[in-house]
């Protein structure tokens, strides 16, 4: 598949492994403690009871990685988006199917998407980029003509994220369009460019986890 490729420009890389450097430091408390909260949760609710982080296949720029995710769904939800390859996220929405330090500590703050600073320090993904979609939804949207998911590297979070969690951008695009015009926006503009909207989108993203939208 020969498609233009977004480079990997230097400066947003570094900044990427700046400040996920210091996100993993700063987080290890917060770490600690939501594996605690987890530990007791599965202790006294035997039905809890699993692995502590699940990873999921992904695409960024067109190659497959493992996301790391705290697991938010009872295990036997957990396993089976694992065996039929579906996406996690569809357990997700059903607050039925969560775990009780899921509903309550980690779906309401996004805190299991803080495992992710790992993927971000690797160079897995970067702090801002279209999120990845797991491979189905990803080929599904190929089949649709839909090609930048293999054309820059996925974000953390993304203009159409923030969007999609209560910050309205633009009521005329959905998150597919916004991720898109970020995407084309990464092609016509210079690095220093890109790192100042990149801040922009970080400094609503923290507005959205503090206003907890999305809820």
């Not at 190659?63 to 939800?77: E, T």
Request: proline share 5%; hydrophobic share 45%; glycine share 6%.
């Amino acid at each position: 598949m020969n498609l233009p490729l977004i480079p990997i420009f230097p400066l947003k890389r570094l900044t990427d492994i700046c400040i996920s450097g210091v996100l993993i430091i700063v987080c290890l408390p917060v770490f600690f403690i939501i594996f605690v909260v987890m530990s007791l949760n599965m202790l006294i609710c035997p039905e809890d009871r699993g692995q502590f982080i699940y990873r999921e296949k992904r695409i960024s720029r067109g190659k497959p990685f493992f996301i790391f995710k705290l697991r938010m769904v009872k295990q036997k939800f957990a396993d089976q988006a694992y065996q039929t390859n579906t996406c996690i996220r569809d357990f997700e929405d059903d607050l039925q199917q969560l775990t009780w330090t899921g509903r309550y500590v980690l779906k309401n703050r996004y805190l299991d998407e803080l495992p992710q600073v790992f993927n971000i320090f690797k160079g897995d993904m970067s702090l801002v980029g279209p999120r990845p979609l797991a491979v189905p939804l990803v080929k599904a949207q190929m089949d649709r003509g839909i090609t930048f998911r293999y054309q820059i590297i996925a974000g953390w979070t993304s203009i159409g994220q923030i969007q999609y969690k209560g910050i309205v951008i633009d009521q005329q695009c959905n998150r597919e369009d916004l991720d898109q015009q970020y995407v084309d926006y990464c092609f016509n503009h210079h690095q220093w460019q890109i790192w100042c909207f990149d801040m922009w989108v970080l400094f609503r993203t923290i507005r959205v986890v503090i206003e907890g939208k999305g809820i």
